[in-house]
C-alpha cells in the first residue's frame, strides 16, 4: 500500500517526522512500519514534548533502588523489602467509557507494578469530573467509581485513597488517573532491559483482539472497507484474567527463569518489544503467525497495534520454557514462544516466515523526535481581592456552605464501594491524610496519598507544583510516617501552545524544588498531554502521589479528635492568605489572584518536628490544614467523633473570616493532652517552631468563642448529604 | 362505548424484548469463561458463546409505533453503551 | 484441628483467611481448584473473593469445579464447612446451603463495617459468642441480599438456623441496619445439620486490633474447642 | 461431492439464543434501578422492566434437535440457577 499524506497525518505524524522516519530507513516504510512509528513517536510513548523538561527533576536519593525509566520506581523501607509504585492516567478512555476506562487504568497500572516481581498491596486513584451540573457528570462519576472498584475489588487489592475533585475545566475531558503500589524483595526485582542472544521471547496473557487500536481505527477505512465500528477504541478490562496473570508472573518469579518481562500496556507488543531489546541493546525477532489471538484474520499490524489488555512479554532463561510454560496452564492462560533475542539491532516482523516489516531499534527509541517546544511563563497577578466591596457572611454559614459543597463532601460514597480492607493489611482507610498499609508480617508500614491543586497551578504554575509535593508530604507527616518518594501524574493541554507549555514547564520547576529541598526524589510518573479541546484546555493538573515509612506501627496516628478538654495548637503562622481559597471560591465565585505561597524552609522544619511529636507518643491527632483553611480542618477532625472544639477568636488579626479560611501553607493541627503539653511546647520552642495555642476540645459542640456553635452531628450530617443526594 | 374503546385502547399494554450486546471484537471477558466452563463440563461441539443483557419491557401505550421508538430510545439513553454494545428491540 | 482453604481461579481472601487460621493455631493447608483428594481436614473453607470473576452468577462456575464434589462428600460426612462471602454464594450454588444470594439492594458493591447480631450462639461456629452479641465486622460484596422461600424461611426461623443478622449498634434489627436487602437482615446461615456456615461478613477482617478489631476471633476459637 | 456434503453438514453451524430471567417471584432489585432512572430521565407510560441475561451460543453441530437438547443441558447445569431463573431457548 502506498504511504499517501493522508495516510501519515492520519497516524499523527507530521510531515517532518516523516522525512526523518523515511532518513532512518534509508527507504518508505510499508504500512505496517508506519504504524509501528505511529505508535512509538507518539507523545504518550515517547515523551517528546516533556522528556527536556522531566530531565530536571531529582530522581536520585539512599532509598531510590529505581527511578524513572523503569516500569514503575522502586525505594528501599530497609531490611530485604523494597516498595514498587507508579501512577498512570486513562484520562480519554474513562470520558468515552467511564466504566472500562478507569477499570483498564487500575489493570494497567497494576501490571506495571507486579510486572517488577511486587505483589501489590494498595490501590490509589485521583479523579477528576466537570461541573457537577454539567449534563454529563453524574454518569461519569457513577461509571469511574464503579470501574475503579469493579477491577480493585475482583483482583483483590484494596483501594484505600484518593481525591475526588469536581470543576468546570474538565467538563470535556475528565481525569482519570490511578497509583499502584506494591511489595517486592530487594533482591528479586524484575527489569525489561533484555541480556543474551538467541533467547525465547515469550507471550503470556490474553488473546490479542482488534482492541483500541489507534491510529488504525482513525486510518481504517483506507486499509478495511469494513466500517468503523469493527475496531473499538476502548478496551474492556478483564480483572479475573488480570489475577492470573498476576499470580502466574509472581510464581515465575520465584526462582531465576526470567532474564526480562514487560508488559504490554500502551502500543501493546511494539513497545514492549521495542523496550526491551533496545534497553538491552539487542536485535528482537518476532513471528506473529504465533500471537494468540482473538479474531479471526487479524494481520501484522493490528496485532502490533492492539492494545488488549492483561499481556506480558518475557524473556526466558534458556531451558526454562518448560517449567514456566507449566505455571501458566496452570492458571489457564496463554503460554507461545513467539521470538528470539538476535544481535540486529532491529525489530523483525515476521509472519509465515516472510518479513512483513523490519525496523532499526535505535530508529524507535533513542532517535525517536525530541521537541524543545517554545514556552512562555505565567506573569503572577498582582489582583488583590477587596474584601470591603464583598458582601458579609457569617463564619457558621461560609463553613457550612463549603462542608455541603461537592468538592469538601465526605467520600463515603466512593470509598464504601471500594474493597479497603482485603489483604488484611490496611491500618488505615480513606478518610484519613493519608492511607496506612502494613507490610505483610511485619512490623513496618508504609503511607501513601494523592493530591494535586489545579486552582493553585492554574493560578500561578510554579507555586503550585511546589505546592502539591508540600501537600503530599504533609499528608504522609500527619500519619506518622517519613515521606520517602513520590510518583507524579502530569495532566495538561495541549504541549503545542506555548502557554500550556508553560504550565508545564514551570509546574515541573515547582515540583523540582520542592522535592529537591525536601529530599522527597521522583521515582516514576507519567505524562498526560492534550487533555481538552482544541479550544480549550484544562487546568494544568500535576498529581503527585508520595509514599512515606512507618518504621514501627504500634498504633496508627490520624485526624479525628479523641479525647475531652485537649489543647489544640496549629504549627506554622496563619497570616490570612485567601486568594485563591476553596473559602472565595464556593462563597463568591472569585477564582482570581495569587496562590498562597510557599516557604520550603518553614515547610520542613514544621513537618520534622511534627513528626518528632508524633513519633515520641504526645499528640493524640494530626491534621495538616489544606484546602478550606483552618475551620474546615478543625471541622474534619470533630465530624464522626464526640469531640468538637472551643476556639478562641483570633486576637491579632482584623478579619477573622481571614484568620479561619486562609489557605497559608505549611500548617498543622495538633490534639494534645494537657499532661504532654509542656513537652511539646519544649521540642518547638528548641526549634524555633511558629506555634499558637488556639483552643480546646470539648464534648459534642464545634464552637468559636461568641461567634458560632454548632453541634457536631449537624456538622456530620451536612457533611455527608451531597453525595447521597446527587 | 366509543369511551370505552377509548379506554382500551389508552390501556392497551406492549410488551418488548430488547437484547444488549457487546460489538463484534470487544472483549467478552464473561463468555469466554462461561464457555471454558460449558467446555470443561464436557459440553462438546460448543463453537462460541457470548453474554449480553436482556430486558422485557413493558410499556402502557396506545400506539405501537411510537413506544418502539421509545424503546429506542431508552436503549440509547441507558440500557446500551454504544460504544461497545449494540442492541436490538423486538415486539413480543 | 487441621484445616483446609479451597483456593479457586479468582479467590482472593484466601491469604487472609489462613494468616487468621494460622494465627488461631490451626494446621492449615491450602487446595486448589483442580485437585481431586483434600486433605484430612476438621474444617473446611472457602474463602472470600471473585471466584472466577464473579462471571455469570457469582459462585456458579466454582460451584461446578473437580474440589467442589468432594467439598461435598466431606459436608455430607459431618465435616465443619465454612464459607465466606463468596464462599457462602458458593454453597448456595453448590445446593449445600438452601437460597440465594443476590444484588445489592442499591446495585453498589459495599465495602464498609456494620454490626451483625449473634441469633444461635449454640454451634460449632458460635459457641463462643453469648446469644445477641452485636459484633462489628466488616463486609465487602456485590451480591450479599440474602432470598429463599418462605418454606426455606420457615425452616431457618424454627429450626434456629439463622446464624447472624444485621443490626445497628444497639443491636435494633431493622431496615435502616440492613446493607443490602437481605430477607429479615439475615447475614448468615447454617444447614439443618449445622455442620456448614456461611456468612457474608469477614470474620478473618477482624482478628487483629491493629487493623480492625477482633470480633472475629470467637468464631475461629469456637471451633478449636 | 459427498464428502464436499459431509464437510459441509459437520461444519454446519446452528445458532441458538438463551435469555435468563428471574422468576416472577423474585425481586429485581437491578430491573427495579433501571426502572427508575428511565422513569426520572422523563420515559413515561413505562409500566415495567426486568432484567435478565442474554446468550448468543453457537454450536458445530449436523442435527438442531440434538444441538437445541445440548442447549437446554447447559442452562440446567450452568447458565440458568433454576431456584430463582426461568430460561428459554430459541434458534436464530
Ligand atoms: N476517589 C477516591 N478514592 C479513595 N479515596 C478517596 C477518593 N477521593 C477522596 N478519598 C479520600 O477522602 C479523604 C479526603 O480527601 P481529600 O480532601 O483530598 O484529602 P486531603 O485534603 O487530606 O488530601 C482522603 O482520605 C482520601 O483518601
Ligand atoms: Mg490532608
Known amino acids: ?494 504541549p503545542e501552545n506555548p502557554k500550556i507549555m508553560g504550565e508545564f514547564a514551570e509546574c515541573l520547576i515547582g515540583i523540582k524544588e520542592s522535592c529537591e529541598f525536601l529530599n522527597f526524589p521522583v521515582v516514576s510518573g507519567n505524562v498526560s498531554f492534550y487533555n481538552g479541546t482544541n479550544k480549550k484546555n484544562i487546568s494544568p493538573t500535576p498529581v503527585i502521589g508520595g509514599v512515606g515509612l512507618i518504621q514501627k506501627l504500634k498504633k496508627t496516628m490520624d485526624h479525628k479528635f479523641k479525647k475531652d478538654d485537649s489543647i489544640i495548637i496549629v504549627i506554622g503562622k496563619t497570616f490570612g492568605h485567601l486568594e485563591q481559597s476553596v473559602f472565595l471560591e464556593e462563597i463568591y465565585s472569585i477564582l482570581d489572584g495569587q496562590p498562597p505561597e510557599i516557604n520550603l524552609i518553614n515547610e520542613k522544619n514544621n513537618g520534622e518536628n511534627v513528626l518528632e511529636i508524633i513519633n515520641k507518643n504526645l499528640v493524640n491527632a494530626v491534621h495538616d490544614i489544606s484546602t478550606g483553611g483552618l475551620l474546615v480542618a478543625l471541622a474534619e477532625m470533630s465530624m464522626g467523633t464526640n469531640y468538637g472544639v472551643k476556639i478562641n477568636k483570633p486576637k491579632n488579626l482584623t478579619n477573622s473570616l481571614k484568620y479561619f479560611f486562609g489557605e497559608d501553607q505549611g500548617r498543622y493541627i495538633l490534639e494534645i493532652d494537657k499532661e504532654n503539653f509542656e513537652k511539646v511546647e519544649k521540642i518547638l520552642k528548641n526549634n524555633n517552631i511558629f506555634y499558637e495555642n488556639i483552643g480546646s476540645t470539648q464534648k459534642d459542640y464545634f464552637e468559636i468563642d461568641k461567634e458560632m456553635r454548632i453541634d457536631i452531628k449537624e456538622l456530620y450530617k451536612i457533611n455527608n448529604q451531597w453525595y447521597n443526594n446527587y | 362505548m366509543a369511551k370505552q374503546l377509548r379506554l382500551n385502547l389508552k390501556k392497551n399494554k406492549l410488551k418488548f424484548s430488547v437484547t444488549v450486546t457487546l460489538k463484534k471484537d470487544v472483549l467478552d471477558p464473561q463468555g469466554k469463561v462461561v464457555q471454558n466452563t460449558l467446555q470443561t463440563l464436557g459440553m462438546d461441539n460448543l463453537k462460541s458463546i457470548r453474554q449480553g443483557k436482556y430486558f422485557e419491557i413493558e410499556l402502557d401505550d396506545s400506539d405501537s409505533k411510537t413506544a418502539e421508538k421509545k424503546v429506542n430510545d431508552m436503549c440509547k439513553k441507558l440500557l446500551a453503551n454504544l460504544i461497545i454494545e449494540d442492541y436490538k428491540v423486538s415486539k413480543i | 484441628m487441621n484445616s483446609s482453604v479451597i483456593v479457586f481461579p479468582g479467590s482472593n481472601c484466601d491469604r487472609d483467611i489462613a494468616t487468621a487460621l494460622e494465627k488461631m493455631q490451626f494446621k492449615n493447608q491450602m487446595v486448589w481448584h483442580k485437585e481431586t483428594k483434600l486433605p484430612k481436614s476438621d474444617l473446611i473453607v472457602v474463602p472470600g473473593g471473585f471466584s472466577y470473576g464473579d462471571y455469570l452468577r457469582s459462585g456458579a462456575i466454582a460451584g461446578k469445579s473437580l474440589i467442589i464434589n468432594e467439598v461435598i462428600k466431606a459436608a455430607n460426612e459431618g465435616c465443619l464447612i465454612l464459607g465466606i462471602c463468596n464462599g457462602f454464594q458458593i454453597l448456595t450454588e453448590t445446593g449445600l446451603l438452601k437460597g440465594v444470594l443476590l444484588r445489592n439492594k442499591n446495585l453498589k458493591f459495599i465495602n464498609k463495617d456494620i454490626n451483625i447480631k449473634v441469633i444461635n450462639s449454640d454451634t460449632k461456629f458460635s459457641n463462643k459468642y453469648k446469644k445477641n452479641q452485636i459484633l462489628k465486622i466488616n463486609i465487602a460484596h456485590n451480591e450479599g441480599n440474602y432470598f429463599t422461600n418462605s418454606d426455606h424461611l420457615n425452616e431457618l426461623k424454627n429450626e434456629n438456623l439463622i446464624a447472624f443478622k444485621y443490626c445497628d449498634k444497639d443491636g435494633n434489627v431493622n431496615e435502616s441496619a440492613n446493607p443490602n436487602g437481605s430477607l429479615e437482615n439475615i447475614a448468615g446461615i447454617f444447614n439443618s445439620k449445622k455442620n456448614i456456615l456461611g456468612m457474608m461478613p469477614h470474620p478473618e477482617r477482624m482478628v487483629d486490633n491493629l487493623i480492625s478489631n477482633t470480633d472475629g476471633i470467637n468464631l475461629f476459637s469456637s471451633l478449636l474447642k
Open chain 1, 1 to 494: 500500500m502506498k504511504i499517501t499524506n493522508q495516510l501519515i497525518e492520519k497516524h499523527g505524524l507530521k510531515p517532518e517526522e516523516y522525512s526523518t522516519i523515511k532518513k532512518l530507513l534509508k527507504r518508505e516504510p510499508n504500512l505496517l512500519e508506519l504504524g509501528i512509528f505511529s505508535a512509538m513517536w507518539n507523545e504518550h510513548c515517547s515523551y517528546k514534548s516533556s522528556r527536556k523538561h522531566l530531565k530536571n527533576l531529582p530522581t536520585k536519593g539512599k532509598k531510590v533502588i529505581q527511578g524513572p525509566g523503569e516500569n514503575a520506581g522502586v525505594i528501599d523501607i530497609g531490611d530485604d523489602d523494597a516498595i514498587i509504585f507508579k501512577i498512570e492516567s486513562h484520562n480519554h478512555p474513562s470520558y468515552i467509557e467511564p466504566y472500562q476506562g478507569a477499570a483498564t487504568g487500575v489493570g494497567g497500572i497494576l501490571r506495571d507494578v507486579f510486572t517488577m516481581g511486587a505483589r501489590p498491596i494498595a490501590l490509589l486513584n485521583s479523579i477528576h469530573f466537570g461541573s457537577p451540573s454539567h449534563f454529563k457528570t453524574k454518569s461519569l462519576l457513577n461509571g469511574v467509581v464503579s470501574g475503579i472498584g469493579g477491577y480493585g475489588n475482583c483482583i483483590g487489592i484494596p483501594t484505600v485513597a484518593g481525591e475526588t475533585k469536581f470543576n468546570s475545566t474538565y467538563n470535556e475531558n475528565i481525569l482519570v488517573n490511578a497509583m499502584a503500589v506494591g511489595h517486592a524483595k530487594k533482591d528479586k526485582i524484575f527489569y525489561s532491559k533484555a541480556k543474551g542472544l538467541n533467547k525465547s521471547v515469550v507471550y503470556v496473557g490474553s488473546k490479542t483482539g482488534r482492541d483500541g487500536i489507534h491510529g488504525a481505527s482513525m486510518a481504517s477505512a483506507e486499509f478495511d472497507e469494513n466500517s468503523e465500528d469493527k475496531k473499538p477504541t476502548v478496551q474492556v478490562g478483564d480483572p479475573f484474567t488480570e489475577k492470573l496473570l498476576m499470580e502466574a508472573c509472581l510464581e515465575l518469579m520465584k526462582d531465576k527463569s526470567i532474564i526480562s518481562i514487560q508488559d504490554m500496556g500502551a502500543a501493546g507488543l511494539t513497545s514492549s518489544s521495542v523496550e526491551m531489546a533496545s534497553k538491552g541493546e539487542l536485535g528482537i525477532e518476532l513471528h506473529l503467525d504465533k500471537v494468540p489471538c482473538r479474531e479471526e484474520n487479524m494481520t501484522p499490524y493490528e496485532m502490533m497495534l492492539s492494545e488488549s489488555q492483561e499481556r506480558m512479554l518475557i524473556i526466558l532463561e534458556d531451558g526454562k520454557e518448560k517449567h514456566a510454560n507449566e505455571i501458566f496452564k496452570k492458571w489457564d492462560l496463554d503460554f507461545v514462544v513467539i521470538g528470539r533475542t538476535t544481535n540486529t539491532n532491529k525489530l523483525t516482523l515476521k509472519y509465515n516466515n516472510k518479513i512483513e516489516g523490519e525496523i532499526p531499534l535505535d530508529a524507535l527509541a533513542s532517535k525517536a523526535p525530541i521537541y524543545d517546544r517554545k514556552w512562555v511563563k505565567k506573569k503572577l497577578t498582582k489582583n488583590k481581592v477587596d474584601f470591603k466591596k464583598l458582601k458579609k457572611v457569617k463564619i457558621e454559614d461560609a463553613l457550612i456552605k463549603i462542608l455541603s459543597s461537592a468538592n469538601h463532601s465526605d467520600k463515603n460514597w466512593i470509598t464504601s464501594q471500594y474493597d479497603q480492607m482485603v489483604m488484611c493489611d490496611t491500618a488505615q482507610k480513606s478518610g484519613a491524610d493519608a492511607a496506612i498499609i502494613r507490610i505483610h508480617n511485619k512490623e513496618k508500614a508504609i503511607a501513601v496519598t494523592v493530591d494535586s491543586s489545579s486552582n493553585y497551578c492554574k493560578a500561578h504554575p510554579l507555586t503550585g507544583g511546589k505546592q502539591i509535593v508540600c501537600e503530599n508530604w504533609r499528608n504522609l507527616i500527619s500519619v506518622g510516617a517519613k515521606p520517602i518518594a513520590i510518583t507524579n501524574c502530569l495532566n495538561f493541554g495541549n
